[in-house]
């Protein structure tokens, strides 16, 4: 269902069941079903409707989605574990960095806790002191339903 609410291109390689839970086993979390299911069918990649709407971000109401992160790729960056890696010092502990803007800002999806299921935008840039966390959906097929398109968003063709 969700898999396909969004096509993407330049994914990673195919994944298995067994790749996700080695993953979920390594970093100790579940991995919420509607983004194992987007995992398996896409393995991340460039979203063909890549624009969202962004809640209380002063003067930027809304963000592009570069790459959804996936697993196993030949780019190291393109991994959510090297992204859970790399930020887990500065993005809040229960978070998962699944997309990134073009910038560096993220795309998280909290993992643990009360909030767990929610898709987050987490401003690199913000100053220290100010709110760096602006929550986007409740959950990520919800989301990935309102994602939009426009003239600079990647065309994927039907093969």
Not at 43 to 65: A, M, S, T, V, Y
Not at 69 to 91: H, K, M, Y
Not at 94 to 114: F, H, M, N, R
Request: overall charge negative; glycine content about 10%; aromatic content about 8%.
């Amino acid at each position: 269902m969700m898999a396909q609410l969004v096509r993407t291109t330049e994914g990673g390689p195919s994944l298995s069941e067994d790749d996700l839970g080695s993953f979920e086993q390594r970093y100790g979390f579940k991995l919420p079903h509607t983004l194992r299911a987007f995992l398996l069918a896409t393995n991340g990649g460039r979203p063909e409707r890549d624009l969202f709407q962004i809640h209380g971000l002063k003067g930027n109401p809304r963000g592009r989605i570069h790459l959804f992160f996936g697993l196993n790729d030949s780019v190291e960056s393109c991994n959510l574990d090297w992204n859970l890696e790399v930020f887990q010092e500065r993005i809040p502990p229960g978070l998962l960095p699944i997309a990134t803007t073009e910038g560096a800002d993220k795309l998280c999806l909290s993992v643990a806790g009360a909030e767990t299921g929610k898709v987050f935008y987490w401003d690199a840039h913000a100053p220290v002191g100010e709110n760096n966390l602006h929550l986007l959906a409740d959950n990520l097929g919800a989301f990935i339903s309102a994602l939009q398109s426009d003239a600079l968003s990647p065309v994927i063709l039907k093969s």
